[in-house]
Structures are given as C-alpha cells and as structure tokens.
C-alpha cells in the first residue's frame, strides 16, 4: 500500500487528508467520494515517522505470529486428504472431517477456514493461496495440477511422496550438521568461562609487568573488557540485529533477493540451496509433463515453487525461450544453472517424445548431487 495525501478546498480554505491506497487511481477515488469538497490534487507522500513505526511493529509482530505447519502433520493432512478423495468423499467435507480430527490447533484453523472458502465458491488452490506460507510453495503447486488434470487424489498422494523426501533430506542435513554444531557451543561455552574467569586474571599480572603486550594478547584483553562491561549491551544489540533482519527479508523484495544471492556465495549452503531447488524445480515439472500439462504452463507451476528469488529469476528465462519458439534444452542451456550433460539428456528426451522419463532421471541426478553434498 502506497501513503498519498489528498488537497481539498472547502468553505475557501484548503485541507489536507493522508491515507493508504494501492495506485493513483484509487486514491483519486477514495477522495473523491470520502472527503468533502472540491479536490485539488492527490499526490503520492512520505508517511510520518510514527505511521512507519507503527507499520514496523505491526508487520513484525504478523511475522513473528506466522507459523508454518510442522511437516509431519502437513504431511500427514495431505496423505489422510488423498485417501478421502480416492474414497469419493468431497475435499469441502473431508476438510471439515481432518479439522476435526487434527491436534494441530493452527492446522485445524486452516483446514477448517479453507472448507469454508469452498463452500463459499471458491476452488481449493485459490483458498490454499491465503495460506501459502504455511503450507509450502510445493503445497500449492500440487494441488494446482490436480485442479488441472482433474485427478485431485494421484497428486495429492504425489504431493505427500514429495514432502517425504524433503522431510527426509532436512532430517539428513539436521543430522550431519549435529556434529559441527555440538563443537561450535561448547566452543563458544569455552571462550565464554575463558573471557569471564581466566582472562581478568592474567590482566591484572600483566598490569604488574609494565611491558608492551604482543598484538594477540591486546585482542583478547580488548575483548573481556567489552564483554565483561557491555555483554548486555552486545546480545541486546546482537538480537535487535536478527528481529531487524528478519523484517526485512519477510517485508522488502528487493532485500530478500539481495539476501538469497548473498546465500548462494557462501561456501557449501550454495551447493547445497541450488541442488535442492533444481531437484525440486524438476521433479514437479516432470509430474507437470507427465499429466499433459502444456509446457509452458508446466514451467509457471514449477517455478512459482521456487523460494530463491535469483534462482526463481534464472528459470524463468527458459518460460521465456519456451514462448518465443526455442525449443526446452536451450531454454535449461541459457540459465548457466544445468550442465552440458543435463541440457543434452533434456534435448534427448524431446527428440523421443519421453520427456517426462528423462525429467525423472534429472530429478534423480540432482537428488544424488545433494545427497552426496550432505553425506
């Protein structure tokens, strides 16, 4: 929402109203019939300081209070999901039913908010829109082709299938990184006894000695000095940095997509974020192709998945290709993400006609890059 302030001349004399609105054009609208008198000029303005403090606090707090579903309950509602439909039983009443069901206070809120949308008029991805963040990009994607090939149950299952092997890849990054972690705290448990007992003793030795102090020892001593007399300080400062960084990749596009290039340079998670994403990118959109899906709408759903804003960028050059004529594999070849061997598998299977089965030992080859990457 944009802050415009309306001028309005009324009795001679001209007053001034500031308000929120989405473009020019509405807000000379919400002016024209909100405000009395004749209107003047309505012009896009900066808000006052307490307005965008008072934005701040309430976007930071709507994040803070955003939770996503845990995975083995949203894994669980979808699979429980399918069965129903296979079963026959309509989604607005099997909705209500795992509502009921679920223990999962948050997940019942939108199972049983999604139900009602329904019956209201709406179709099932529309409602689940709301809720994107809570339920996944994936989610979303699946339940899309299932709308669109008109076999809700086989995607549904499909979807469960694939958050499984995302659940089981998390748990196996989780597990690999146990070991680093565990040395990095009693690291920092270590550093912190050293700062606070051992140094200020051998400070008030060196005090004794009156002599100049190796570069080294001047660090450390600089050290427990601002820790022992600012470490509040230093830790308020530290979480303030967090809260504020948070509001900004959850708030400002420009700032998350600085913030996504900013992970993809760092040694390992870059590795570990692109094959991640590529698995997944391929993955849905052979499912896409498989169900007969037009390749460029394929290419929509399957990108609009994708959480890396420079990645998401990237991919969606080949829809570009794609709609100009250019055939798939030129598309994947002018993204600089997929080697010389994969574009040339991808050209293969277009050339067959089994595009969807060369997607599928993509979709494989990436898994196997990250599961190496993790191991």
Do not use: C
Request: zero cysteines.
């Amino acid at each position: 929402m944009k802050y415009f302030t309306a001028t309005v001349l009324l009795k001679g004399k001209k007053n001034f109203h500031s308000f929120f609105a989405e473009t020019k054009k509405e807000a000379h609208y919400i002016s024209k019939i909100k405000f009395s008198g004749m209107l003047i000029k309505v012009e896009e303005t900066e808000p006052p300081l307490e307005i965008k403090f008072q934005m701040f606090k309430d976007n930071l707090f709507k994040n803070m209070k955003k939770k996503k579903i845990k995975q083995d309950a949203l894994i669980a509602s979808m699979r429980q999901l399918a069965v129903m439909a296979n079963a026959g039983i309509s989604i607005h009443d099997s909705l209500y039913e795992m509502a009921e069901a679920t223990n999962d206070k948050n997940l019942a809120t939108i199972l049983s908010t999604i139900a009602e949308d329904i019956n209201s008029g709406q179709s099932l991805s529309d409602s689940m829109e709301n809720y994107r963040f809570q339920l996944g990009n994936l989610t979303l994607a699946m339940v899309k082709l299932g709308e669109q090939t008109g076999n809700m149950a086989e995607s549904l299952y499909k979807l469960s299938d694939m958050l499984e092997e995302i659940r089981r890849n998390v748990i196996k990054f989780k597990k690999a990184m146990a070991y680093p972690r565990n040395v990095m705290i009693a690291m920092a448990v270590a550093f912190t006894i050293l700062i606070s007992y051992v140094v200020p003793k051998f400070k008030t030795m060196f005090d004794k000695f009156n002599t100049e102090l190796p570069l080294p020892t001047l660090i450390l001593l600089k050290l427990e000095y601002i820790f022992n007399n600012y470490g509040l300080y230093v830790l308020a400062g530290l979480s303030l940095f967090v809260i504020v960084l948070r509001y900004f990749i959850n708030n400002s596009l420009s700032f998350r997509f600085r913030w996504h290039q900013f992970l993809l340079r760092v040694y390992l998670i870059k590795n570990i974020i692109l094959y991640a994403t590529l698995n997944r990118f391929t993955l849905v959109f052979s499912e896409l192709v498989r169900a007969g899906i037009p390749i460029a709408e394929a290419l929509d759903t399957a990108i609009e998945m994708i959480d890396n804003l420079p990645l998401k960028k990237k991919l969606l050059t080949i829809r570009s290709t794609v709609e100009k004529g250019g055939s798939l594999h030129n598309g994947l070849a002018d993204t600089e993400l997929f080697e010389n061997m994969i574009v040339q598998m991808v050209r293969a299977g277009e050339s067959s006609g089994q595009l969807d089965a060369m997607l599928d030992k993509v979709a494989e080859y990436f898994k196997m890059k990250f599961d190496r990457i993790i191991d």
